[in-house]
Nanobody
Framework: QLQLVESGGGLVQPGGSLRLSCAAS????????IGWFRQAPGKGREGVAR????????RYADSVKGRFTISRDDAKNTVYLQMDSLKPEDTAVYYC?????????????????WGRGTQVTVSS
């Protein structure tokens, strides 16, 4: 059974960078579409980025395009989220999750194997 563990969060100043990791165990991560999601206090969970299984197509939320980069290292069974030019509105708990549903149409409810999340705080 796939298990996912997030790490790499922390406190960073506006304009700074962080790299989040989503480490998988129990199954090869490249079997799945992996999504990064975030949830800010008082708000719903939103999709940030996703990477397809196999040939790694990627997709980003408009709010992070050009600033965040999702990637996958099959040898390390890990998906990364490089976050640059961070803004205070990026502050949230970040989660990764997996789905076997098609990359193009998978919605939030299709994702499972949620990790516990990692806190990202962008503040001066």
């Amino acid at each position: 059974q796939l298990q996912l563990v997030e790490s790499g969060g922390g406190l960073v100043q506006p304009g700074g960078s962080l790299r989040l990791s989503c480490a998988a165990s129990g199954s090869p991560i490249h079997y799945y579409t992996i999504g990064w999601f975030r949830q800010a206090p008082g708000k719903g969970r939103e999709g940030v980025a996703r990477i397809d299984s196999g040939d790694p197509r990627v997709r980003y939320a408009d709010s992070v395009k050009g600033r965040f980069t999702i990637s996958r290292d099959d040898a390390k069974n890990t998906v990364y989220l490089q976050m640059d030019s961070l803004k205070p509105e990026d502050t949230a708990v970040y989660y990764c999750a997996a789905t076997l549903n098609p990359f193009e149409v998978a919605s939030l409810g299709d994702f499972g194997s949620w990790g516990r999340g990692t806190q990202v705080t962008v503040s001066s």
